[in-house]
């Protein structure tokens, strides 16, 4: 059950080994511009510079609030050079969220072109020449000297207080997968496209994973991927290793089967697979590698790794996730935490390399995911990921779902007591519910709350007053995008089951029969 261990580098160490080998191997591809290994480590450490001359040093975290660009990537190296961890902030979160998250670091900089946060904290403008002004000016540096399990980066995701928790991953996380069995599409002549959200883990493993090993990057403007734009930059850019969540993967084989023509290799994953659409991709592709993937931002980016076959998709309680990446431990906890046997249900619990270091400014929070617990005699530190999981009689991990109250949309993360935390801190709503509605394969796709309204003090004997456009609207302006429930239903009174508590199943089935509050972007950019 355990991934061998190997040291791991800086991650700006081997982007900077991949220039001096081949600097003019192409690292970024922008448009249909190509911009160099050689142009982009030249460009970091220029950046460096400028950010080692505003305060920035090691055990720091630099939020950068730019969008997806060349100049971007320069910039994530400068800070790592420095010695310090970023964290992309991504423009289009609502404005109280970024100062939550900015409250939160209180950063020595902010990397932005925007001026909002001017006068509460330092902005690092970077100049009008950009990447190519800044590996012009070719000034060195010498990066600080960090350990590989210093933090690199900084994943925000879903708190159940309402405030997000910072997961700060190390170095050593990111670049241990790159070498595992399995993820071999990384590397010269390799290319993957970087279309996932700025926010999130997997875009440092579409990102890093090139870059690292000496491959390409297309950076994508969208943060999403059509069908159309996937057989475009295979043909144009020889894009030959792609990532895509298991909801863009199932709505491509369900709309456009045949956009996987030409890669060497598709990996998915973020939410539980579904058999119908695995089979379907099988059948129609049967030379084409299909990898699912299991991970949480705890455990940077990918933990278990399968190559399906046929087979797969016909097992019991669903697809298997696989076996464990180089660098990474999985051990399977009963309630006494005694570990479980083949068959038997328990906690998946994580270890090894790509542990991230705890969550930012929340200790005990930190100590409480990730306790040392002893196993076989020997302390050991896991994150408790709340899945639970069971091992077959191969050593294959099948994943049977959440503990908690924790679910994935479109490969977000989302606790749904942030979201209502968040909602039951507006006027006008009290004792809310947030659920998700699930398709008829049983998978999440749309989130609903549901809320009583309280009655008016001036007439309390009436109607309650009830808006449910007016607390979608304010929600709209406190979560993202994909953490806003489309469907916002208040009530008087919750119905009840025959021994008093909330008839859940009765509210599943109001939220079905209500409309929709808002249209939301979903992650291909359509309206649903």
């Known amino acids: 059950m355990t991934g061998h261990p190997s040291p791991q580098p800086l991650i700006h160490a081997a982007v900077a080994g991949q220039a ?112 190519d002004g800044a590996a012009r000016r070719a000034r060195p540096f010498h990066p600080a000297p960090v350990p590989p399990d210093a933090p690199a980066t900084v994943f925000f995701t879903s708190g159940t207080t309402g405030v997000p928790k910072g997961v ?17 599409g990384f590397g010269p002549g390799h290319t993957t496209p970087q279309v996932a959200a700025l926010a999130w883990d997997m875009y440092a493993f579409e990102l890093w994973g090139q870059l690292t090993t000496g491959g390409t990057v297309v950076l994508i403007p969208e943060n999403y991927l059509l069908p159309d734009t996937l057989r475009q930059i295979v043909s144009r850019h020889g894009v030959d290793t792609l990532w895509i969540t298991t909801s863009v993967f199932n709505m491509f084989v369900d709309e456009a089967p045949d956009c996987f023509g030409g890669l060497a290799r598709v990996y998915t994953g973020g939410e539980k ?21 299991y991970g949480p931002a705890e455990s940077c980016m990918i933990t278990t790794l399968r190559r399906l076959v046929p087979a797969d998709c016909d097992v019991p309680g669903g697809i298997p996730v696989g076996t464990p990446v180089q660098g990474t431990s999985v051990v399977l906890l009963d309630k006494s935490d005694q570990r479980c046997e083949p068959g038997q249900e328990g906690e998946l619990c994580i270890a090894g390399q790509g542990l991230a270091t705890g969550y930012l400014g929340q200790p005990e929070l930190t100590l409480e995911k990730f306790p040392i617990i002893d196993l076989d005699g020997l302390p050991v530190r896991l994150y408790r990921t709340g899945d639970m999981g069971v091992w077959d009689d191969d050593g294959v991990l099948h994943y049977r779902g959440r503990r908690d109250r924790q679910i994935k949309i479109s490969g977000q993360r989302i606790e749904l007591a942030e979201i209502e935390s968040v909602a039951g801190s507006l006027p006008g709503v009290r004792n809310c519910i947030a659920f998700p509605m699930t398709n008829l394969e049983g998978l999440p796709r749309r989130l609903a709350l549901v809320y009583q309204v309280p009655r008016s003090d001036a007439h309390p004997s009436g109607p309650p007053e009830d808006d449910p456009l007016g607390v979608h609207a304010q929600l709209r302006q406190l979560l993202p995008a994909y953490m806003v429930p489309q469907i916002v239903r208040g009530l008087a009174q919750y ?7 909330v008839d859940r199943a009765a509210l599943h089935e109001i939220a079905r029969q209500s409309r929709p509050a808002g249209r939301v972007r979903s992650g291909r950019g359509r309206e649903r």
């Open 495 to 501: 119905p009840v089951t025959a021994n008093g508590k």
């Open 168 to 184: 700060l991953s190390p170095h050593q996380a990111v670049t241990r997968l790159f070498g595992s069995p399995g993820l071999d």
């Open 273 to 293: 697979a579904s058999p119908e659409h695995m089979r379907a991709f099988l059948s129609r592709h049967p030379d084409l590698p299909l990898w699912n993937a």
């Open 20 to 131: 001096a080998r081949d600097p003019d191997a192409t690292a970024l591809v922008w448009h249909d511009r190509r911009i160099s290994y050689g142009t982009l480590d030249a460009a970091a450490n220029d950046y460096a510079v400028d950010l080692h001359d505003r305060g920035v040093r090691p055990g720091q975290v630099v939020p950068i609030l730019l969008d997806r660009s060349p100049d971007m990537v320069a910039l994530q190296l400068g800070v790592l050079k420095t010695g310090a961890a970023y964290t992309n902030l991504d423009p289009n979160w609502p404005v109280e969220r970024q100062r939550i998250i900015l409250d939160l670091i209180a950063p020595a900089v902010v990397i932005s072109t925007d001026n909002q946060w001017d006068g509460r904290f330092d902005r690092y403008q970077p100049s009008d020449g950009g990447i």
